[in-house]
Structure formats: C-alpha cells, structure tokens
C-alpha cells in the first residue's frame, strides 16, 4: 500500500479548531469501489464551515502540527457531535481513477476523469463507491471538472424550486458570484427572467456583459426604487439570497409586496394574495436575519440547502441534472478561480486570511498533486 495525505479538522473540547495534514494508507478498492487520484477542490462556502468550524480566522496561530484557532464563547455546546474526531475536509473535487475494483461498473471507470461529491476530498486520493462518480465526457481535464456539483446543482436547484412552487421568475443576491453567473447562463438558455441583485459597480457591468438584463445594485442610493421597477417587469416572486443576515430579506420582501400589489385590484389590510418566497442558501453575512413586517401575510421565509432537494425531486431527476452539468461543463457551469493551492499552503496564514474571506470573485481551487 502506498501513503497518501489529506487534510484534517479537529474541534477541540478548548474551544479551538485544530487544523493539520495527516498521512493515510491508500487502501485497495473493494469490488464496487474507485481509487481517485485528486487532481482539484474547491473552497466553497460550506467546506470553510467544517474546515475553520465557525472559528474566526483572525485568531489563527501556528503550532507544531499545524495551525489552532480560537472559537467563539460557547460555540462547541453546538459543535459536539465533531468535538475531537478528526474530520476530512473538501465536499467535492475531480481527478482520474487510478484503481478499479472488480464490478463491471468500477472497471468501466478505469483511467476515466470523474467527479465526485464524497467529502474528504483535499486528499492526495479518495476511495468512492463508482455508483458515487460522475463520469466526464471525453478529453474533459480534470481540474475543469473540480466544481461539478455544489454551484452547478444548487443553480439548478433554484430553477427548478421557481418551477415546482409555481413562480415564473426568480431574485439571487451576491449574483457575481461562480455560481452567480452559471445561474445568469442557465437563465439566459433557458428563457425565465432573472433579476441579479450585486454590490459593486463592476460586478453590474461584468453580468451586463454576459447578457443579463436584469442588473440591481444594492449600494446605489436608488436600490429599493430600481429593485421595484425591475420586479414590475419581470414578476419575480421567488428569491434566493447568499447574504443571510441584515435587513436584505426585508427589501427584497417589500419590494416584491409592492411588486404584487401594483397590478390593481381591490385593497386589503393583509396586503396582495401574491405569495413571496424568500430562501436563505448562504451565510456571507452571519449575523441576524432582520425581517420588518411590510409586505403583507402573503410570503415565506426558511432555508434551502442542496442535499434536501435533491432528495426532494428524487434520483431520477437528480440523474438527469448531473447529465446537464456534465455535457455543459465548459460552457454553462464554467467556474473560475482566484488562485490554486496545495495541501500544505491551505494551512499557510497569508492564504487562510484570503480564502476565509468568501468574497464574489475571490474562489480558490486546492489541488492536492502540487509540491
């Protein structure tokens, strides 16, 4: 067997996040297993949740094995289920399958690239079931492949809510974002009206440049009135926000209220019969999530998270998603990174406080082959 290196984070019952590189015996692939050699994995959102544990990064210090930071009062009462077991890091990555076991369906996977959504993948190399594998069209590299689920299916996701629930148009914040513009293509293919709501000047003019004809930015001074005239035109009822916290739900809330109720007909106290969807999928801003009741008795307000749909719409339309993803790989679902990373430069200080940082167009890709 030959050793392997993968990195780990441990809470502590200190009240810290211990962050370090172990090695591993490679193990042999049983019959309906794959050995992957990880060639990429991106840092999403939700992989800094397990990796820092919701430490802050500012408090990072070096130590012989690694790095610590410091958890904020009382957060490992809500951290106990991991509190010292040692957890593999990174949802989902890409390489080549370097050892099948012996089912046909594992031997079909022999020397093929794939994609996996298996956890523990910023690792030198990751055992999966092949039923687990993404297999990629021929002549895809493998770090193309890295961010084949997390962005591409939540994107997805979001249309396909907007259609089961009965909305004809959708509102996504933070939309410069990957998976901002991934959504933007998918709008733009396939004929629903998005409106994009972004932060920065530049990011206005980097998804007018990609098509999008809906572009709100939310620092301007004119935010809530643009927002307005825009959900006039598009219907939009259904939104999904990256932000969380703040008073971003309210505006959106109100703005679709006031949407609603400016086609007419007669006036009631309880506002319009118009339902407002409101998804919270992320967590940029991870303080209180403020809702200001003006937008009537018509609306809703939970979480959305990917596993839970998924399991929602079942395997067979979860299959054919994948499938899209696959065959618009370097088109539609493109990603783009802000800098590559090895195993090792994950736990180096410089590098942490820019990829903690979560910022629109700031991703980074780990790819575990670099020395």
Known sequence: M???????????????????????????????????????????PSDLGVLLGGADA???????????????????DGLRGRVDQPMPVGNEGSGIVIEAGASEEAQALNGKVVAVLAGGMYATHRIVKSRDC???????????????????????GMTES????????????????NLGQMLNRICIDDQIELVNIVRRDEHVELLQNQGAAHVVNSSSPHFRKDLVATLKKTGATIAFDAIGGGDLATELLHAME?????????????GSTTHKQ?????????????????YGMAWGVAGWLLPNFLAKIGSERSSELRQRVASELSTTFASSYSNTLSLESILDIEQMKKYSQMSTQGKSLVCPQLR
Request: net charge negative.
């Open 278 to 294: 409101l998804y919270i999928y992320g967590g940029l801003d991870r303080g209180p999530t403020l809702l200001k009741r003006s």
């Open 162 to 177: 907007m259609r089961l629930e009965g909305h004809s148009a959708l509102i996504h914040t933070a939309a410069a974002s």
């Open 258 to 270: 006031i949407a609603a109720s400016s086609t007419g007909g007669e006036y009631s106290r309880y």
């Open 2 to 44: 030959s050793k392997g290196k993968r990195l780990i984070s441990t809470v502590t019952s200190g009240s810290s996040v211990h962050l370090s590189i172990e090695e591993f015996q490679v193990p042999t692939p049983k019959p309906d297993e794959v050995l992957i050699e990880i060639a990429a994995s991106p840092i999403n």
């Open 58 to 76: 500012s408090t990072v210090t070096t130590s012989e094995t690694g790095l610590s930071l410091s958890l904020p009062d009382g957060a490992v």
């Open 134 to 156: 993404l297999l990629l069209d021929e002549g895809t590299k493998a770090l193309d492949a890295a961010s084949c689920f997390v962005n591409p299916l939540t994107a997805l």
